[in-house]
C-alpha cells in the first residue's frame, strides 16, 4: 500500500513562506501525477498545484506567482514552496498521487493525511 506523508505545515505571518514536503512510499514514484490540495474550514477541497510525471506544472488560480511545486524521483518527494502567504490560504494541505496501473488506463489515486498551514498575525 503507496503511502504519502507530508510535512511542512505550521503557523506562519501574512507575507511570509512555508515549503512543504509529500514523500512517497511508491515503489516508482516517477511515473505518478502528484497534486496538492486544501481544504479549509467550511469549504470544498481544492487543487492548489499539480506536475505531471513529465514535469508539467499547473496551479490554481488562487495561487498563480505565488505557489511553486517541484518534485525530486530519486527522493520520491513532492514540494510546494508557498510565498506571500495570505490569510485565506489557511487551509489543511493534501498531497495526492494519480497513477495509471494498466493498458486500460485505470488509476490508483492516494492522499496524504494533511498538514495545516495557518496564515494569521
Known amino acids: 500500500q503507496v503511502q504519502l506523508v507530508e510535512s511542512g505545515g505550521g503557523l506562519v505571518q501574512p507575507g511570509g513562506s512555508l515549503r512543504l514536503s509529500c514523500v512517497s512510499s511508491?515503489?516508482?514514484?516517477?511515473?505518478?501525477?502528484m497534486n496538492w490540495y486544501r481544504q479549509a474550514p467550511g469549504k470544498e477541497r481544492e487543487l492548489v498545484a499539480s506536475i505531471s510525471s513529465s514535469g508539467s506544472t499547473r496551479y490554481g488560480d488562487s495561487v498563480k506567482g505565488r505557489f511553486t511545486t517541484t518534485r525530486d524521483n530519486a527522493k520520491k518527494t513532492v514540494y510546494l514552496q508557498m510565498s506571500s502567504l495570505k490569510p485565506e490560504d489557511t487551509a489543511v494541505y493534501y498531497c495526492?498521487?494519480?497513477?495509471?496501473?494498466?493498458?486500460?488506463?485505470?488509476?490508483?489515486?492516494?492522499w496524504g493525511q494533511g498538514t495545516q498551514v495557518t496564515v494569521s498575525s
Open positions: 511508491a515503489r516508482i514514484f516517477s511515473s505518478s501525477e
Open positions: 495526492n498521487s494519480v497513477t495509471i496501473v494498466n493498458v486500460e488506463g485505470a488509476k490508483a489515486e492516494v
